[in-house]
């Protein structure tokens, strides 16, 4: 029955994504724990709002920020603050991001991966129902007409 394959296809789909979302968490963790902590100067903050239809919207904050290399160059990058406190006198306190030790060019704010048992919990339960609907689907395509 070809409503049975495109339900398995939907559901290897999703068990795709469940995969991906696990081993994005992952190494997203790996990356704080293994690459260099380091100092950045925030240049800049700008506040990014996506609408998600009737539910409402999401604001966070975008930063960009600059940082001296330890080989003396300078780099710049941006990313989302996931926790970010200002001072009462309007400066801005450093930014602890973390850098690549074999490419100082790449860095991320240090804080940024966390949650990483949730994404998990998440990525493993999406993977599970998308192979449970996949084999549904294998099952009612090979069911006779």
């Known amino acids: 029955m070809f409503f049975g394959w495109i339900f398995a296809g939907m559901g290897l789909l999703f068990a795709g994504i469940g995969v991906w979302i696990v081993v994005w ?3 997203s963790r790996h990356r704080i724990s293994t690459w260099t902590p380091w ?10 709002t996506t609408s998600s239809g009737d539910h409402g919207s999401r604001t966070r904050l975008v930063a960009h920020y600059e940082y ?4 003396g160059s300078e780099y710049a990058s941006s990313g989302t603050l996931p926790d970010q406190r200002f001072r009462l ?5 450093p930014l602890n991001i973390v850098i690549n030790p074999l490419d100082p060019s790449k860095s991320m704010i240090a804080g940024s991966g966390g ?7 998440f990525g493993v339960i999406f993977a599970a129902m998308g192979l449970l609907f996949a084999s ?3 099952g009612l395509a ?3 007409m």
Do not use: H, K, L, N
């Open 115 to 121: 949650g990483t048992g949730c994404a998990v919990v």
């Open 25 to 27: 968490s992952i190494i």
């Open 142 to 144: 090979q069911t006779p």
């Open 89 to 93: 006198d309007g400066t801005v306190p």
């Open 136 to 138: 549904i689907g294998f």
């Open 39 to 48: 100092e950045a100067t925030i240049r800049e903050v700008e506040t990014r």
């Open 68 to 71: 001296r290399g330890p080989d």
